[in-house]
């Protein structure tokens, strides 16, 4: 079953209250340094409001991204944890109208510092760590746009509908089933369409 869509019509203490991150438009970036200076047990809880990222050639965004996440210091470095909702522009897979489909997305991750919050010196990955764990930039900066368009890519359905019993579209003609009366003589369909004609679409 294709994931149902909506048609378009056009240096604190741990436990700190939530804050506003980003103003609208703004990238998933935030400066950690007086988190990382806090000690181990310390979070850091941000609001994201109209935040929009670009998600490849082939993927839009059709909502801004909404949501929360909290940052936690631990003795390497930050726990990540984000729940953000969004929409993306899609197509029904059985009528081909234009859609905008729900999305909703959790990142549960770990990032490392590069850069030592004291010394100023670099840190180099630990044997067998490779690349695999989130890195703050060299300015203690946490960059969640990677991390975040490669969730929602992930996110996104294979079939969406524009309603879950949606009819699709007629074998003969190729309009929308439910846009009227479908009563075609056997004869008038379009050769091009003919492999249409035994199709039933899964639901």
């Known amino acids: 079953?294709?994931?149902?869509?909506?048609?378009?019509?056009?240096?604190?203490?741990?436990?700190a209250p939530v804050t506003s991150a980003r103003a609208l438009g703004a990238p998933l970036v935030w400066n950690v340094a007086g988190l990382l200076a806090d000690d181990p047990g310390s979070t850091r809880d941000y609001e994201v409001a109209g935040a929009t990222i670009n998600l490849g050639d082939d993927l839009r965004l059709a909502d801004p991204i909404?949501?929360?996440?909290?940052?936690?210091?631990t003795n390497r470095g930050l726990i990540v944890t984000a729940d953000l909702t969004t929409a993306i522009a899609a197509e029904c897979a059985r009528c081909?109208?234009?859609?905008?489909?729900?999305?909703?997305?959790?990142?549960?991750?770990?990032?490392?510092?590069?850069?030592?919050?004291?010394?100023?010196?670099?840190?180099?990955?630990?044997?067998?760590?490779g690349d695999e764990p989130l890195r703050l930039t060299a300015h203690h900066e946490l960059d969640l746009e990677t991390a975040v368009r490669e969730a929602i890519q992930l996110a996104e359905p294979i079939a969406p509908l524009c309603r879950e019993d949606c009819p699709g579209l007629c074998p003969v003609c190729g309009e929308r089933l439910e846009d009227g009366i479908h009563d075609h003589p056997s004869d008038d369909i379009d050769p091009r369409l003919e492999a249409l004609r035994n199709f039933h679409a899964e639901t």
């Open 66 to 73: 909404e949501g929360r996440v909290r940052l936690a210091r």
């Open 96 to 129: 081909l109208r234009d859609i905008e489909v729900p999305i909703q997305v959790r990142i549960e991750d770990e990032a490392l510092p590069s850069i030592d919050i004291h010394t100023g010196a670099a840190i180099r990955p630990e044997p067998g760590e």
């Open 1 to 15: 079953m294709g994931a149902r869509g909506r048609v378009r019509r056009g240096g604190r203490a741990a436990g």
